[in-house]
């Protein structure tokens, strides 16, 4: 999500070269009207209706069609520097953290984890254990999702595909962080 939020701010960036390079104006434009019915990228300055026979071109009590251009800028503009409205990665969860309880054992097929939601929120969470042979070796991946509360922790059974894999288990390695889904 943030690599595509540089991308629009490049290409806001981009857009406002080429429009500062070609003479056409970027600022806003409260209040403006501009006579007859030229393009949305004029300059204030500039008169585009030349059929036009009234000395203020800018002003709104013109003859001709009135267009008025309030606003010249993109919405999503502003929200590109910082300068209003709301991001996406201002509301984005930060990971849970997972803690290993109990590894699997013969008698269990499923190894128990402690999931911490660091936000003040409650969320899911996508829980990823490793199960390991004697030679570290990796005999199953299995993930969980669960529900953590705003700021609290739970524990999270995170279950092998068979009973007859758990007695290869030797060890069991969580990932540390659980993402947010």
């Known amino acids: 999500m943030e690599q595509r939020g540089r991308k629009l701010r490049f290409a806001a960036v981009a857009v406002c070269v080429v429009l500062a390079l070609t003479g056409f104006s970027t600022s806003k434009g409260h209040g403006r009207s501009h006579s007859g019915g030229g393009g949305g990228c004029s300059s204030s300055g500039q008169n585009h209706d030349s059929s036009s026979s009234t000395s203020g071109s800018t002003s709104s009590g013109s003859s001709g069609s009135t267009y008025h251009d309030y606003d010249d ?6 929200d590109t520097y910082g300068d209003g409205g709301s991001s996406s990665t201002s509301t984005a969860q930060k990971d849970a953290t997972v803690e290993l309880i109990d590894c699997a054992t013969p008698s269990e097929a499923y190894a128990t984890v402690e999931v911490a939601n660091p936000n003040a929120t409650g969320g899911y969470f996508t829980v990823t254990v490793d199960f390991l042979d004697a030679g570290s070796g990796r005999l199953e991946e299995q993930s969980e999702e669960a529900y953590v509360s705003g700021n609290d922790t739970t524990t999270v059974q ?7 894999v758990a007695a290869k288990v030797d060890h069991c390695v969580p990932e540390p962080y659980a993402p947010a889904r």
């Not at 800028?73 to 502003?78: G, L, M, Q, V």
């Not at 995170?158 to 007859?164: E, K, M, N, Q």
């Open 158 to 164: 995170v279950d092998l595909s068979a009973p007859a």
């Open 73 to 78: 800028d993109d919405d999503y503009a502003d």
